[in-house]
């Protein structure tokens, strides 16, 4: 949902989103990234209005990949601006490391799961080769795999982001 703006081609949007580690590796949902190739976000989406962050993250987990999942920590706090499709966003995004209320599903060879929706895949990522994938924000490549070293200990970090 996109929060009106006073101005036109301007908008505001909130994203909950899930760090699900499994093992050595997270979950990511993979979509077309309008060039040709791929591009990895965490799963989760959109806040709705009069919904609470820890609702969203559970309600677009279950729906993008049938896993139950509740937000634990909030591990990251991301201002994203950029410009897509001539809308100049401002995003702000919250990043929960989640526990998991069911069983995880096997991966295939290839690290996917089953996906619920049609313009995503369900793929488990190697944290160790994070930075060989088109992960967006681009702030997880280096962050998620030292973070998850650590047990993500650290405090919640806020981080911010603006297109050149």
């Known amino acids: 949902m996109a929060l009106a703006s006073p101005e036109t081609g301007k908008e505001f949007l909130v ?5 699900l580690v499994h093992g050595d590796s997270v979950l990511f949902q993979e979509s077309d990234d309008g060039k ?7 799963p989760g989406g959109h806040l709705e209005f009069g919904e609470s962050l820890a609702t969203c993250l559970t309600r677009e987990v279950y729906e993008e990949a049938d896993l139950n999942v509740e937000a634990d920590k909030l591990v990251y706090v991301h201002e994203n601006f950029y410009t897509l499709k001539g809308v100049k966003t401002h995003e702000i995004g919250f990043y929960f490391l989640v526990d998991l209320s069911s069983e995880f599903p096997t991966p295939d ?3 996917y799961i089953r996906s619920l929706e049609p313009h995503i ?13 088109r992960v967006m924000p681009e702030f997880l490549r280096e962050l998620l ?14 981080l911010i982001t603006r297109e050149e």
């Not at 994203?15 to 760090?19: F, G, L, N, P, T």
């Not at 895949?121 to 994938?133: A, C, I, N, Q």
């Not at 795999?145 to 806020?158: G, I």
């Open 15 to 19: 994203r909950s989103a899930a760090i």
């Open 36 to 42: 040709g190739g791929r591009q990895y976000a965490l």
């Open 109 to 111: 060879k290839d690290g």
């Open 121 to 133: 895949r369900m793929r488990v990522l190697p944290l160790r080769d994070l930075r060989k994938f």
């Open 145 to 158: 795999p030292l973070d998850a070293c650590t047990l993500f200990a650290d405090p919640t970090r806020h």
